[in-house]
DNA sequence: AAACAGCGTTTCGAATAATGAAACGTTTTT
DNA sequence: AAAAACGTTTCATTATTCGAAACGCTGTTT
């Protein structure tokens, strides 16, 4: 199809497309509609489901459709790049949220956006709820800023050239140079702040999380409702979420 | 290779076995590594890879060995079956965790076994350690003589069949009428011990999560250390796990 | 009641893509 | 300096994937 230089499995691909399918928000698909939707033949569609669903990779559920099926649950659990940052995030993350009673995240930088690794809800009924293993636009959020600021110039100026700083709300910054200028003042001050860039009444704070190195490896941050944002409070939710990076990053060299 | 009835797609089979052999818990393999351990041709398993990784199914590491990729983890997070079991047990299972300091796990049966699908681990030093999505015998586990307890008499009778009572330790249960008897004792008393039957030194109890329709959909566990685990004790921490059922069971009704 | 339209599934010859032995270029070990 | 081990590429042979058409079923429309 797309590709030139190898010769790749084919079939292996398509099995993959069609999964790839299910990171759109649907959680349950047909074979016609799945074949509809990637473009495959009906028959073909079918036989790569029954594939998946012999390997356990898919699965049938009450109405006869496809979803996805445990086999996917097991082997996303031994993911081990960024594994240990999950686990040694989970408890700090939570004492954040239950502190600061905000939504808490904690995400790393990938193909240039922001990997949702992990998360700490809020106990409040209004509160942020993302996807963990989703993406989010990194120049209008406050992890994706912390991310991008953090990288080095090579990788900043190539993200600046690739990216389409589409505005989302009237608070978006769309301008490279505008963006270039946030990220050099988010570096200095080592944290950044959403305001209501990526959705209205949405704002974020977030800071870095270093290794051994001093090198970032993943930000955390706290999301709410404007409502509930006071800027006397910004000092305070710093120290808060500080407290927690410094934490995991204590874990972290344990390790590494 | 040994389907019979229906054609499926080989190299797709042949890429899922590839994944499976990181069950096995070992996290980088080369090549060759691979291609023997599946029997596979050295080329075909370097085409697979070479395809997994094109699809960030796999990707190397710094020694350019292969280890499992984010397409897995990110595609694992989306599996819908149990997905609310699992967001719905975390603060209730951590709560148990805090209170009786022990490690807390959620489990359903899956293919005669149990799949762990969440977890609390102890604050303490010396403690239960498990990976989440992985299994464990279910006659040998707290966990699993709830589940089996609360299936129907077909599949326990099925299960008694096949499974090989195998002793891990001097209390393992291996005689399938006296595992029979202690099933019934489970479902009667509505908890199961696990006394040192998988691993000495290691005690579990664990209760039934129920569904609206008291269908049993899941099962609690504490485990830890004989040392800690005093007869006395086992009253209040059921108590307190069924508090944490609870409200596992308040949440699920909710949405079905 | 009969015809229709939608679904997942099966069939089978034609077309294509996966296969593996051998060779290659590096790196690591002897 | 030689040998062994690694990932990778090549290419003719072979096995497998492919898709149009047909099937059986269910629910809806005429």
Redesign the interface.
Known sequence: ME?IN????L???K??KL?DV??NNK?EWGVRELAKKTGYNKTTTY??L???E??D?V?KNDNDKY????????????????KSLRNYSRIPL?NIAKEIKETVHLGVL?NDQV?YLNKAESPLGLKVST????YQEAYCTALGKVLLAFSSANQISNYLKNVKLKALTSNTITNSEDLLIELEQVKKKEYALDMEELELGLICIAIPVFNKNKEVIASISVSGPSSRFKSENIASYLSIIKKGAFEIEGHLSDYN
């Open positions: 590709d190898k010769d790749l499995n079939s292996v691909i099995a993959f999964l299910y990171l959680q036989r790569l029954s594939t998946l012999s390997l990779v699965q979803i996805l099926g445990l086999k996917l649950f097991e082997l996303g659990n031994l993911v081990s790049i960024h939570e990938r990997l996807q963990i293993g989703s």
